[in-house]
């Protein structure tokens, strides 16, 4: 795997990268872990998951970011009367011409927002996972290729569970990362206070990336380097998941099923990412180490002996992060 790119065009990419990170900053205040993963996802090309109680900024920084990409954008509220078609689509009946047409449902848009996306049941849920997958649609016989790129991210709330519906591990492997939003400290949210209320009559974000510069940064997100030492060390940690009761790694009572060979792709794809928003050409151990709970948490099924326990995905993946030697 060669090496690509010179200090020069890191430099520019880094510089667009920057301008990105300043204009969500100014927006979202006191969430620099949402902003990092919404650009990790954004350069990995994937989806991403996002969890917290109401009114932490989480379909407030979607916004923000689809302005900033100046794409299109839909956000669907997910409840439990919806249906596949409200969002893929369907056929309907042309008295005029006597045939039957395609109606294009909301999915076809660059960012989605799958607002409270564990609101809606499994048979609605179940109809993302092609287009997230395979970035299509099928209506009837025709499949439909939604934009160029494509994103979803959806938010959940992990408080209530009256009315909610478990996103089942299929979908959940299909999200690249799953990102948890904590409250604000204090002082950060008398600044967003502040912030919102000198917004009102404030021009809108300003338009900083296009489609084609999107595409072009994900493909330059491709070249980072890798060594194969790292993606040994990557698969490393998603392999010990699987076998928890093994490599010096006593958690065989509180893991039901490990991660997938699904997570060691995107172990990979979100540490170019992160290597990338830190200026550099080539990923460092650092940076699968800083991305592995956020690719892993979600692609972990804990045993109800761990949930009794109290033990968390996120601890799990310390105890893993702990055990695999770092090359």
Known sequence: MAQAGNAGEIGEVGKRIGEIERALKAGILGQEGLIRGLLV?????????????????????????????????????????????????????NQHSAT????????FASFILADEINRAPAKVQSALLETMQEHQVTIGRESLAVPAPFHVFATQNPIEQEGTYPLPEAQLDRFLLKLLVEYPDPSEEEAIVRLVMDEEGAAPAATLLSGEEILALQRRTREVFLEDRLIRYATQLVQTTRRPGRDALELGPFIELGASP?????????????????????????????????????????????????ITTDRI??????TVPVP
């Open 262 to 310: 699904r997570a060691s792709i995107a172990l990979a794809q979100s540490a170019r990412a992160h290597a990338l928003l830190e200026g550099r050409n080539a990923v460092l151990p650092d940076d699968i180490k800083l991305v592995a709970p956020a690719v892993l948490r979600h692609r972990i099924l804990l045993t109800y002996y761990a949930d009794a326990e109290g």
């Open 41 to 93: 996802g954004l350069l990995a090309g994937g989806h991403v998951l996002i969890e917290g109680v109401p009114g932490v900024g989480k379909t407030r920084a979607v916004n923000l970011l689809a302005r900033i990409c100046g794409l299109s954008f839909k956000r669907l509220q997910f409840t439990p009367d919806l249906l596949p078609s409200d969002i893929l689509g369907t056929r309907i009946y």
């Open 100 to 107: 039957f047409e395609t109606v294009r449902g909301p999915i």
């Open 317 to 322: 993946v310390h105890e893993v992060l702990g």
